[in-house]
């Protein structure tokens, strides 16, 4: 299949057109978006939702959160990443669907994976999920990024359709490390220079330092759009495209930063070889069994993990 989306191989970065949709479907009643959050996610590039779940199902995701950080040593050893320079700092887990039977209800669950096959109007699959936790003093950043310019690059994913879901298990205020994402930045993919290392997943998980936008384009983007931090109380749920520019400061503060980050991929938009890396990264970093989800609807409440 052609490149629509070279990266990694030209000397200089570019700003290269767009050609996919953002909201793949029409509005139309019973969405289960209204059109005005549609219109927001289409121009923005991202879309906060609140209070889809009720006290008794945030108790049981946080719980759930507790019991998977606390026995490391019971998860799938490759799947625990720590902080760089604290390798006692749990930095996410990945594949964390395939591991928590709690998790694995969330991420089908009608109310999240409705909203994905809604704007991707198609079935869709996990391409990833983890827990990223970042824990109070000591928890890093993670730098600006495109998820869409590392999934087509290292995992062969040819469109933007997908979305990503961050749903808040802590809260998430101005000052604990947030995620920060640049409005309309999905409208254009921004190429980035540096060929990928041999396994560069091992190091890019702890800090990527391919991939990432040069400050330049970066700075071009963030004067022209502005930067926004959606903050929230558990359970808020942040939708965005792909290829929003996103990223997060580092918490210096005492109170740690904890969200279940969801990928949804439609089913049509199946992985191909990658296209800016000689081998594929693992399947717990980008899944290669396209798998759709059965959605389930219900309370998260009392699920077994």
């Known amino acids: 299949m052609q490149d629509m989306y070279p990266t990694r191989h030209a000397a200089e970065p570019e700003f290269l057109p767009r050609l996919d949709p953002v909201a793949y479907n029409a509005w139309a009643p019973g969405a289960p978006l209204s059109s005005e959050q549609t219109a927001r996610f ?41 902080e760089p320079g604290d390798e006692r700092e749990i930095r996410s887990i990945f594949a964390v669907h395939e591991q928590s039977r709690l998790i694995a209800r969330l991420a089908a669950d009608e109310r999240l994976a409705g909203m994905a096959a809604y704007l991707l109007d198609d079935d869709v699959y996990i391409h990833q999920s983890r827990l990223n936790y970042k824990p109070g003093f000591k928890g890093k950043e993670f730098y600006w990024h495109s998820d869409f310019e590392t999934w087509h690059a290292e995992d062969g994913m040819p469109r933007m359709r997908a979305v990503s879901m961050s749903i808040l298990l802590a809260e998430n205020t101005a000052n604990n490390g947030p995620l920060m994402l640049i409005p309309g930045s999905h409208r254009s993919f921004l190429s980035c220079v540096g060929e990928t290392p041999e396994d560069h997943y091992r190091q890019s998980l702890k800090k990527q330092e391919y991939g990432v936008p040069d400050d330049l384009s970066l700075a071009e983007l963030a004067y022209k759009n502005g930067i926004v931090s959606p903050t929230g109380k558990p359970g808020t749920v942040v939708l965005f495209d792909c ?51 059965r959605r389930v609807a219900g309370s998260l409440a009392g699920e077994n993990a």
Not at 58 to 72: F, H, K
Not at 271 to 291: S, T
């Open 42 to 82: 289409e121009r923005d590039g991202f879309l906060v939702v609140e209070d889809l779940f009720d006290a008794a199902e945030l108790e049981a995701l946080q719980a759930e959160l507790g019991r998977l950080l606390a026995d490391p040593a019971a998860l799938q050893p490759e799947t625990v990443i720590t």
């Open 243 to 293: 290829n929003t520019m996103h990223g997060s400061n580092g918490n210096i503060t005492p109170f740690p930063r904890a969200n279940a980050f969801l990928v949804y991929n439609a089913v049509c938009n199946r992985p191909l070889a990658p296209y800016a890396a000689r081998e594929l990264r693992p399947a717990f970093v980008g899944a290669r069994d396209v798998i759709p989800l």
